[in-house]
């Protein structure tokens, strides 16, 4: 997890309200991504991003938006909170857009 | 949709034995990795196999891709309680520097 930490942690909110999360890197590596890990599905794509203000969607982009202002911070945000959005969340970067180092996690319920 | 499926789901094994898990992929890649997960943490890549080479090795891993058979072999030997964890292959289109992550193989190694 050295160099990549995601903000908060842990975070328990209700539905329908905008919530953020943060991935912070030091590494200065180009990519960045967010995943979600839910049982029986393994990671899936949500958004990601090859630069800074460059980013594209993931395999399952709805209701998620994302913004990278500085290279070392990619931020996620759940637009109107849902319950299908109560889940694990990965932050990961890359340098050349190949092997990826994730961060710790981000553990979301959604009431 | 995923890209990779692990076989088996899950795997017990005694410390000390070999640990085989495979992964099938459905369209051309570019590149397959393997990556662990401990329970709770974020994943970990441990090996990066491009689509022209067919084995590769990294202390105790073995890695084998058969692009004809579209499918990757993770071989773990001498295994060690420490090497409980969740595996899952990844594979990268050409081009693109997203990756499409299976479900996982859940490896369990009993002292």
């Known amino acids: 997890d050295a160099g990549i930490t995601q903000s908060p942690r842990h975070k328990v909110t209700e539905t329908g309200t905008p919530v953020t999360l943060r991935c912070h890197q030091t590494e200065n590596h180009r990519y960045m991504y967010w995943y979600r890990q839910d049982p029986g599905h393994g990671l899936r794509l949500i958004h990601y991003s090859y630069g800074v203000k460059d980013t594209d969607k993931g395999e399952v982009s709805d209701g998620y938006s994302v913004s990278r202002s500085k290279t070392e911070d990619f931020l996620l945000t759940l637009e109107s909170a849902t319950s299908s959005q109560t889940s694990v969340y990965f932050c990961a970067i890359s340098d050349r857009g190949d092997e990826q180092f994730f961060g710790p996690g981000t553990r979301l319920t959604v009431l | 949709s995923q890209q990779g499926e692990e076989d088996p789901q899950a795997l017990s094994i005694q410390e000390g034995e070999n640990a085989t898990m495979n992964c099938s992929y459905k369209?051309?890649?570019?590149?397959l990795q393997w990556y662990r997960q401990n329970s709770g943490r974020g994943l970990v890549h441990l090996i990066l196999i491009r689509s022209n080479e067919r084995e590769k090795h990294s202390g105790r891993l073995r890695v084998t891709l058969d692009t004809s058979k579209k499918s990757s072999s993770l071989l773990i030997t001498a295994s060690r309680a420490a090497d409980t964890a969740s595996y899952f292959c990844?594979?990268?289109?050409?081009?693109?520097?997203?990756?499409?992550f299976g479900t996982g193989t859940r490896l369990t190694i009993i002292p």
């Open positions: 369209t051309s890649i570019n590149n």
């Open positions: 990844a594979t990268a289109n050409f081009g693109n520097e997203k990756l499409t």
